[in-house]
């Protein structure tokens, strides 16, 4: 269950982990990852909103676009992987995560690079990870009004649809749980098995799904404004079915797990939730 804590600006869970503290006092680091695909057109104003000073390192992993979004990439100066073929959004993810992690990560970032998230949120989204408070942060548009952005209404009901129904089976309170802003602490990257998830969009969906089985992982939110326009991506209707068709699926899977009834291996940690040090006081 989620409530309000002890930071205003984001509603965490009750239950608080210790602070991340980096190796010799130096300071946590903060890689934000972007899978990317056809985001020439919004790739640079995208990093430009990005708080540099917050941030240590920067990872495009492109999914074979077809348009200049390597080339921006390498001009702007982030580090760039390029997939040899098509692997999907949660392909892409995957390859994200792993070259952040092997990059030294503390905290991950996931940011969609279609301008359609602000990024300006980046240090009210990562600050509960880093506080102890929180493993998985949201950028929730559903704290605010995202009709008011530019949301579709048929887009808006099937969002808050598909939450409520996630809520009722996780067990918690979030505003949403269908946004391409997201940040992940190093340790439930470690713990989750999240290349055995989809390439497909659900990924996201199966991912929360693990942490919520995991146990001794927290998930929280904060609020962020998003922007619709005509070069966002977006998924159209027919993909829209088949991805609330899918999470749904990834519902029963849990409930189907947490009953005992048919175990699922993706709901299963790869070890238990490590407890982190705490600071010398």
Not at 146 to 171: C, D, H, Q
Request: proline share 6%; net charge positive; glycine share 6%.
């Amino acid at each position: 269950m989620t409530s309000t804590g002890a930071l205003p600006s984001a509603r965490v869970n009750d239950r608080a982990i210790h602070r991340i503290s980096a190796p010799s006092g130096a300071r946590p680091r903060v890689i934000v990852v972007m899978p990317a695909y056809n985001a020439a057109k919004t790739l640079e104003r995208t990093y430009a909103d990005i708080p540099h000073g917050r941030v240590d390192q920067i990872i495009l992993v492109d999914d074979v676009s077809h348009d200049e979004t390597v080339e921006i990439a390498r001009q702007l100066g982030l580090d760039v992987i390029i997939h040899q073929q098509n692997l999907g959004y949660g392909g892409n993810q995957k390859t994200c995560y792993d070259a952040a992690l092997a990059a030294g990560a503390d905290v991950v970032v996931m940011l969609h690079p279609d301008y359609q998230y602000d990024a300006t949120r980046i240090p009210a989204l990562i600050e509960p990870i880093l506080a102890g408070q929180a493993d998985l942060m949201l950028g929730s548009r559903f704290l605010g009004d995202p009709l008011a952005g530019g949301m579709p209404r048929w887009k808006y009901i099937s969002n808050r649809f598909l939450t409520i129904v996630e809520n009722v089976a996780f067990g918690l309170r979030l505003s949403e749980y269908h946004t391409g802003l997201r940040a992940y602490s190093r340790r439930l990257l470690e713990v989750i098995p999240y290349h055995l998830n989809s390439d497909d969009f659900v990924f996201d969906q199966e991912l929360v799904a693990q942490v919520v089985a995991a146990g001794g992982l927290q998930i929280a939110e904060i609020a962020v404004p998003t922007r619709y326009f005509e070069e966002a991506s977006s998924v159209n209707f027919r993909r829209s079915v088949v991805y609330g068709l899918s999470t749904l699926r990834v519902v029963l899977r849990f409930v189907l797990h947490r009953l005992r009834i048919r175990r699922s291996k993706k709901l299963t940690a790869r070890a238990p939730a490590p407890e982190t040090t705490p600071p010398a006081t």
